[in-house]
């Protein structure tokens, strides 16, 4: 089973509606990310989380809102969907206190299509 | 401000030729990370490497091979005897030594053709 799980993979909406992205990891990792990726800009944040009391905006955070629900779970809500919203939607996590603290660890990706 | 450039956008090789995927960083701290992350046409974004600022050592490992030169600031990655499989877009990323936050390069896209 994998460690980071997305839903849902593809999702094609139309401006303006409310969407939520669900993130849940078995890892036991307290630090949780959104990343967006567009084609020729990698990876940016969006959100990142150390735990359930902790929320912090990345880079790119307008029109986007986050819930931590639980230590294993880590949603990212559009509230008005817009097109140039459209784009590849990576959760991540890691660990400070493991071997590799530094590592993060991707969930498979959501793919998100606003009309 | 932290920065990582990744110049090659795509790179076309025939298989089992060697290839060089350049990765050039800014960054004023002194403790950082840097990584290398593939993502196969399937999407997940697979991690490779990850090495600290301390460490020049080059690693090797089977066919893929890690070039980390302070002096330059550059983690160049080479791919020995390429096969098809390696065909994916593959990141470089930085991460400072106090912080949590990752920059990723724009990514290389490499094809490997048969």
């Known amino acids: 089973d994998a460690d980071v799980t997305q839903t849902p993979r593809n999702r094609i909406t139309k401006t303006g509606k409310r969407i939520m992205l669900e993130c849940s990891q078995t890892?036991?990792?307290?630090?949780m990310y959104w990343y967006r990726q567009d084609p020729g800009l990698g990876l940016r944040l969006i959100y990142y989380s150390f735990d359930v009391k902790d929320i912090n905006k990345g880079e790119i955070s307008d029109g986007y809102s986050v819930s931590r629900q639980a230590q294993a779970k880590f949603s990212l809500s559009l509230e008005s969907a817009i097109p140039n919203q459209t784009a590849l939607y990576f959760c991540a996590t890691s660990d400070p206190g493991g071997r590799n603290p530094d590592e993060q660890f991707f969930g498979p990706g959501t793919r998100l299509t606003v009309l | 401000a932290q920065k990582v450039t990744q110049a090659q956008t795509e790179i076309s090789v025939v298989e089992k030729e060697d290839v060089t995927l350049d990765c050039v960083y800014e960054?004023?701290?002194?403790?950082?990370?840097l990584f290398w992350y593939k993502q196969p046409p399937s999407g997940e974004l697979v991690f490779l490497i990850r090495r600290n600022s301390f460490d020049e050592q080059n690693e090797i490992s089977g066919r893929y091979s890690w070039n980390f030169q302070k002096s330059t600031s550059s983690f160049n990655f080479t791919i020995t005897a390429s096969q098809v499989v390696d065909s994916a877009v593959y990141f470089c990323?930085?991460?400072?030594?106090?912080?949590?936050?990752?920059?990723f390069g724009a990514g290389t896209r490499l094809f490997v053709k048969a």
């Open positions: 960054t004023r701290d002194t403790t950082y990370y």
């Open positions: 990323a930085l991460r400072d030594g106090g912080g949590f936050k990752t920059i």
């Open positions: 890892k036991g990792h307290d630090r």
